[in-house]
């Protein structure tokens, strides 16, 4: 049974830089075409995929907030990790980790989807 | 603004069918595989459908998907009333760095 639970502060101040850590169990992230991301949603309800770690330690991040964002794993901790420098009251949402599948007959970082999701955590940007 | 464009909102009556548009281009959809979400109040979005009409173990038949060209379609068939909830497409952005991408979601209500 595969199980992912994000953790971190759920209240940070503008420009600080905000870290999350997901501790997932029931699958490896050193099995082939496998991979963890993170996604948010606004209090508007929109999700933003925001970056994605894969098991070969290869990272894709989304360009918009590519000079913000870290993506960080341990393998043999199952977890993973995401730091987002310079917080905005904009980046107020709830974040979620997510897990990632390769599809069949497919080769390449666009080959995934996203199967399983932690439960979100709220995170608060205000002074 | 999305580049996934879906209707913000459907509805109808149990048992009937309802369908959910998802418009996109060569770059996103016309390109990649489609996947749907489903999010129901208070919870995190859950996979439905994936590359393009696949459904995940445990999902009932009656939720199915498709996709032709630059369009993607989620039908839900006899409609229920635990089905009420939001809706969203998403797939990939089909440049060098390209992202996850989702539409803005459609929120389905059972009248």
């Known amino acids: 049974q595969i199980t992912l639970k994000e953790s971190g502060p759920t209240l940070v101040k503008p420009t600080q830089t905000l870290t999350l850590t997901c501790h997932f169990s029931?699958?490896?992230?050193?099995?082939?075409?496998?991979?963890v991301g993170w996604i948010r949603q606004s209090p508007e309800k929109a999700l933003e995929w925001l970056a994605l770690?894969?098991?070969?330690?290869?990272?894709r991040y989304n360009p918009s907030l590519r000079s913000r964002l870290t993506i960080t794993k341990d393998t043999s901790r199952n977890q993973v990790g995401l730091t987002m420098t310079n917080m905005d009251p904009m980046d107020t949402a709830t974040y979620y980790c997510?897990?990632?599948?390769?599809?069949?007959?497919?080769?390449?970082?666009?080959?995934?989807?996203?199967?399983?999701w932690g439960q979100g955590t709220l995170v608060t940007v205000s002074s | 603004q999305s580049v996934l464009t879906q209707p913000p909102s459907a509805s109808g009556t149990p048992g009937q069918r309802v369908t959910i548009s998802c418009s996109g281009s060569?770059?996103?959809?016309?390109?990649?595989?489609v996947n749907w979400y489903q999010q129901l109040p208070g919870s995190a979005p859950k996979l439905l459908i994936y590359v393009n009409d696949q459904r995940p173990s445990g999902v009932p038949d009656r939720f199915s998907g498709s996709k032709s060209g630059t369009s993607a379609s989620l039908a839900i068939s006899g409609l229920q009333s635990e089905d009420e909830a939001d809706y969203y497409c998403?797939?990939?952005?089909?440049?060098?760095?390209?992202?996850?991408?989702f539409g803005a979601g459609t929120k389905v209500t059972v009248l």
């Open positions: 770690i894969y098991w070969d330690d290869d990272e």
């Open positions: 060569n770059s996103n959809i016309g390109s990649n595989t």
């Open positions: 998403a797939t990939w952005a089909d440049t060098l760095s390209g992202p996850f991408v």
């Open positions: 997510v897990h990632g599948v390769r599809r069949r007959h497919c080769s390449g970082g666009r080959c995934y989807y996203f199967d399983y």
């Open positions: 029931g699958f490896s992230l050193s099995t082939d075409g496998v991979g």
